[in-house]
């Protein structure tokens, strides 16, 4: 009967005080990214992605907001000066740590004011021209750019974007004067260039690679040291005579500074499980984007790593300060 006893007390034990504890649920039920650009561009199609799936992981509904203007700090401040329980994020490109040298006073601190959650993906740019552009190859531009200066101008997605400094580097290393057209988006920017209104523009593959598929646009290059698998045909940049160009992006996901509170915690475990998904990295083949493999403490290590990096590069790009 003793032994009896003291086995009824371990089962009782293993039933109640020693079994698993059930998962906290999410601090919220809702969850609202917001995106800092228009709808249609990467950062959007990547926000869209994300928010699907950060919803199925964490059982919450989750929609995502555009909230455009001024390079991305307009959706920022929103979302810096939210509560930290998990129920507002961002989702933005690699504008976030490259405004910080671009403009004099921003509305928040980018380094302060938030906790970087995940590197969401990252993608190269391509070199696109109109589809009846009169150069046919990277050096042909080139050689057009210098017989007239200041004749073509080149698109971007903002000031301070990577395919903006994209394209201050190109100027640079190439040599040519061609004039910045900023937009407040890839989307709106790219139908400018298909209707003719713009001849040039980097942007992402993601974006690029249908319009081009569709004969809307003309790839001359893609601004990765490596030739993209999306456009194994186009060359890159560094081989087309600019010996050690390469300018790409990414896009991360944060939410108000949280001092690493509960939801931090599960927003960081969810991306993570997420991005390593087998399925992820198809979906985003598709995309021609890659996973993103930071989360947490070591992505906010990169983000700090990447404003130093991109102040040298506004800095040699010799971009205005806003």
């Not at 990252?122 to 009846?132: E, P």
């Amino acid at each position: 009967m003793r032994k009896l006893g003291c086995l009824l007390v371990l089962l009782s034990f293993a039933a109640f005080g020693g079994a698993p504890a059930v998962a906290e649920p999410f601090p919220v039920k809702s969850i609202k990214i917001v995106v800092p650009f228009p709808a249609g561009g990467t950062t959007d199609i990547v926000a869209r992605f994300v928010a699907k799936y950060l919803g199925d992981e964490l059982g919450v509904t989750t929609v995502v907001e555009n909230r455009a203007g001024a390079s991305g700090t307009i959706g920022s401040e929103a979302v810096a000066k939210s509560d930290p329980d998990g129920s507002v994020l961002l989702l933005t490109a690699t504008h976030h740590v490259i405004n910080p040298s671009l403009y004099r006073k921003l509305p928040y601190d980018t380094q302060k004011d938030f906790s970087p959650i995940a590197m969401a993906a990252s993608a190269a740019n391509a070199l696109i021209v109109t589809k009846d552009f009169p150069a046919q190859t990277v050096q042909e531009l080139i050689a057009l750019a210098k017989k007239d200066p200041g004749k073509y101008s080149f698109g971007s997605t903002g000031i301070g974007g990577a395919n903006h400094l994209a394209g201050e580097l190109f100027k640079q290393m190439a040599g040519v004067d061609i004039v910045h057209i900023p937009y407040k988006g890839a989307a709106p920017a790219m139908n400018d260039l298909i209707g003719g209104h713009i001849p040039i523009m980097f942007d992402s593959l993601t974006t690029v690679v249908p319009a081009a598929q569709g004969g809307a646009v003309r790839v001359l290059a893609v601004t990765s040291l490596q030739r993209a698998a999306a456009l194994p045909d186009i060359p890159t940049l560094n081989e087309s005579g600019l010996k050690g160009f390469e300018a790409i992006g990414w896009f991360g996901l944060y939410m108000p500074q949280a001092h690493d509170n509960p939801a931090y915690q599960k927003l960081v475990a969810a991306m993570a499980k997420i991005l390593a998904a087998p399925e992820t990295k198809q979906k985003f083949a598709a995309l021609s984007l890659e996973p993103g493999t930071l989360t947490g403490a070591a992505f906010g290590k990169f983000v700090d790593s990447e404003i130093v990096k991109w102040n040298g590069m506004v800095r040699a790009a010799n971009v205005p300060l806003e």
